[in-house]
């Protein structure tokens, strides 16, 4: 069963840095392309990053220069390094592959920016 | 960025009525389009890709059509389940969703 699983979530001050986590069973995260998706509170769906199976990334506009989206191989995991953080990035974070349309998605795990 | 722009933004609808949902691309995305729906508290799920093929597992009575910048998901006899928030995204250049139609039982 192809499954994914967030974690690393939490409460952070403004200006602090987080890494998120996304477990993978069931297929290999190398082989495929897999982004994170955002939601805030209450809000749509936000595409953040893409690593593509050549190792290579790309990200939205809103968090370029302060993500990282990278992937560990060995333990086919997906990291999303969070950096410079704002109150505007409280949001769900999801992790997902595609390359086309998302699918499956993770759980999610929610990031709170606060002080 | 391709803007995608859903309507209505909430569609209240009676159990066994018809849900029309519409999505609009600010250019062309040919056939590059899916739909997911999403419950409180839960991720998204795909229900429709290339505008039309319903993904594994999701019942007939979803139904999508369209291409180019026009879209329309269609839920042919609303069942108690699929009271929900349903997203569009293209996938022709980047990935970009619309902001959701809520479908709220009447």
């Known amino acids: 069963e192809v499954q994914l699983v967030e974690s690393g979530g939490g409460l952070v001050q403004p200006g602090g840095s987080l890494r998120l986590s996304c477990a993978a069973s069931?297929?290999?995260?190398?082989?495929?392309?897999m982004s994170w998706v955002r939601q805030a509170p209450g809000k749509g769906l936000e595409w953040v990053s893409v690593?593509?199976?050549?190792?290579?990334?790309s990200y939205a506009d809103s968090v370029k220069g302060r993500f990282t989206i990278s992937r560990d191989n060995s333990k086919n995991t997906l990291y999303l390094q969070m950096n410079s953080l704002r109150a505007e990035d409280t949001a769900v974070y999801y992790c997902?592959?595609?390359?086309?349309?998302?699918?499956?998605w993770g759980q999610g795990t929610l990031v709170t920016v606060s002080s | 960025e391709i803007v995608m722009t859903q309507s209505p933004a909430t569609l209240s609808v009676s159990p066994g009525e018809r849900a029309t949902l519409s999505c609009r691309a600010s250019q062309s995305v040919s056939s590059n389009l899916a739909w997911y729906q999403q419950k409180p508290g839960q991720a998204p799920r795909l229900l429709i890709y290339g505008a039309s093929t319903r993904a594994t597992g999701i019942p007939a009575r979803f139904s999508g059509t369209g291409s180019g910048t026009e879209f329309t998901l269609t839920i042919s006899s609303l069942q108690s389940e699929d009271f929900a928030v349903y997203y569009c995204?293209?996938?022709?250049?980047?990935?970009?969703f619309g902001q959701g139609t809520k479908v709220e039982i009447k």
């Open positions: 690593i593509y199976s050549g190792g290579s990334t």
């Open positions: 997902a592959t595609h390359p086309n349309w998302f699918d499956p």
């Open positions: 995204q293209q996938y022709n250049n980047w990935w970009t």
């Open positions: 069931g297929f290999t995260v190398s082989s495929n392309y």
